[in-house]
């Protein structure tokens, strides 16, 4: 055993790889010590910021650290809605989503086209081969006549081929297009809630701004986060947190229309657009359901304990502007954060 073990040679780690390691402990121990979920999403904002990658993310972390407030997963899903980066790869997402729909579109159109003309041309080819082979032709060119007609069949079964090839690849490219979009309605759509997530959010302030601004309507956008939901969680287990976020969804859900969108956020928070509403508007609005809410009982399915009085916190600001979405929105989550500060189960107006 001793010799075997002298034997191995022992490989110093690159600089590069030690780097990576470094990064990697330092993501671990930032998650751990922070209590915060192993997510995709979560582990890729924390290595950007730690490794100095995204400077804004960087030094809301550090800022964060030296004030000695809590590094929280709404805190976390909100400096990373926040993060210009953030919002420009989800819209050249969608624009590279719509070149692809647009070039389905295009060749779908050239292959229907190219069909139709091909089908045009074996029709009178066809036609032209039987005139010639119902003709009188003289002795000599007889032969050179059939030549003729059996070139021009075998054409003709090249083209016939070539419709079925182009009728296969244009159910393809319907079908390829089909998935297409229900594929983007599966990116728009929180699988658990059923209800819109971040990503269709996003898209949809930005179209409610422009067209209030275009009305001179207001519109008013409102942060909703689960009270502790963490308690939740490790009292009762994930599957029924994760029934309590279904639930709290669906009591939200109720008042949803056309002049209120709303949508799962991340986490246990939800956010809510209010079309055509001041704030004091949003605030009574928004204020029944979370009184609605707080009325209702629930109980765990599994142990038969109830889970006691579930409630929700909210903070709601206006939109003035398009240019003021961003702002909006961190207006939105400091009154949320002061509806938390305050006792939970309110709604604060910033």
Same mark, same amino acid.
């Given at each position: 055993?001793?010799?075997?073990?002298? &034997?191995v040679e022992?490989?110093k780690?690159?600089? #590069?790889?030690?780097?990576?390691?470094?990064?990697? *402990?330092r993501?671990?121990?930032?998650v751990?010590?922070?209590?915060?979920?192993?997510t995709?999403?979560?582990?890729?904002a924390?290595?950007?910021?730690?490794?100095?990658?995204?400077a804004?993310?960087?030094?809301? !972390?550090?800022?964060?650290?030296?004030?000695?407030?809590?590094i929280?997963?709404?805190?976390? &899903?909100?400096?990373v809605?926040?993060?210009? +980066?953030?919002?420009? =790869?989800?819209?050249?997402l969608?624009?590279?989503?719509?070149?692809?729909?647009?070039?389905?579109?295009?060749?779908?159109?050239?292959?229907?086209?190219?069909?139709? +003309?091909?089908?045009?041309h074996?029709?009178? %080819?066809d036609?032209q081969?039987?005139?010639?082979?119902?003709?009188?032709?003289e002795?000599g060119?007889? /032969?050179?006549?059939d030549?003729?007609?059996?070139?021009?069949?075998?054409?003709?079964? =090249? %083209?016939?081929?070539?419709?079925k090839?182009?009728?296969?690849?244009? #159910?393809? %490219?319907?079908?390829l297009?089909?998935?297409?979009?229900?594929?983007?309605?599966?990116?728009?759509?929180?699988?658990?809630?059923?209800?819109?997530?971040? =990503?269709a959010?996003?898209? =949809?302030l930005?179209s409610?701004?422009?067209?209030a601004q275009?009305?001179?309507?207001?519109l008013? @956008?409102? !942060?909703?986060?689960?009270?502790?939901?963490?308690?939740?969680?490790d $009292?009762?287990?994930?599957?029924? /947190?994760?029934?309590?976020?279904v639930?709290?969804?669906?009591?939200?859900?109720?008042?949803?229309?056309?002049?209120c969108? @709303?949508?799962?956020?991340?986490?246990?928070? !939800?956010?809510?657009?209010?079309?055509?509403?001041d704030? &004091?508007?949003? !605030?009574?609005?928004?204020?029944?359901?979370?009184r #609605?809410?707080?009325?209702?009982?629930m %109980?765990n399915?599994?142990?038969?304990?109830?889970?006691?009085k579930i $409630?929700?916190?909210?903070?709601?600001?206006? @939109?003035?502007?398009? *240019?003021? $979405?961003?702002?909006?929105?961190?207006?939105?989550? *400091? #009154?949320?954060? +002061?509806?938390?500060?305050? /006792?939970?189960?309110?709604?604060?107006v910033?």
């Amino acid at each position: 055993m001793s010799a075997q073990l002298q &034997d191995v040679e022992y490989t110093k780690p690159s600089r #590069a790889e030690e780097a990576r390691r470094d990064l990697l *402990e330092r993501v671990c121990s930032f998650v751990l010590k922070h209590d915060l979920n192993p997510t995709g999403a979560n582990l890729a904002a924390i290595s950007t910021a730690l490794s100095g990658s995204n400077a804004a993310l960087a030094e809301a !972390f550090v800022a964060r650290e030296i004030s000695r407030e809590p590094i929280d997963q709404r805190w976390l &899903d909100t400096i990373v809605r926040l993060d210009p +980066e953030t919002g420009n =790869r989800m819209s050249e997402l969608e624009k590279l989503m719509d070149r692809m729909e647009y070039s389905l579109m295009r060749f779908a159109q050239t292959a229907k086209s190219a069909q139709d +003309e091909t089908t045009e041309h074996r029709g009178a %080819i066809d036609a032209q081969i039987e005139e010639m082979s119902g003709s009188e032709s003289e002795a000599g060119l007889r /032969g050179e006549v059939d030549r003729v007609i059996d070139l021009s069949r075998a054409m003709v079964e =090249r %083209i016939t081929q070539v419709e079925k090839a182009m009728a296969r690849s244009q #159910a393809e %490219i319907e079908q390829l297009r089909a998935n297409l979009a229900t594929a983007r309605t599966e990116a728009d759509v929180d699988h658990l809630t059923r209800l819109p997530n971040r =990503r269709a959010f996003e898209r =949809r302030l930005t179209s409610a701004s422009q067209q209030a601004q275009l009305s001179g309507k207001p519109l008013c @956008v409102a !942060f909703c986060d689960v009270d502790y939901f963490k308690s939740i969680n490790d $009292t009762h287990g994930h599957d029924a /947190g994760d029934r309590v976020l279904v639930a709290i969804a669906s009591t939200l859900n109720s008042a949803a229309n056309d002049s209120c969108f @709303v949508a799962r956020h991340g986490g246990e928070e !939800f956010v809510v657009l209010f079309y055509g509403l001041d704030k &004091d508007e949003a !605030f009574a609005k928004l204020d029944g359901i979370r009184r #609605a809410q707080a009325m209702k009982q629930m %109980i765990n399915r599994e142990t038969g304990k109830g889970f006691g009085k579930i $409630t929700f916190s909210a903070g709601i600001a206006q @939109v003035e502007s398009v *240019e003021d $979405t961003r702002e909006a929105l961190s207006r939105a989550d *400091e #009154a949320l954060y +002061e509806a938390k500060s305050s /006792g939970r189960n309110r709604i604060e107006v910033a």
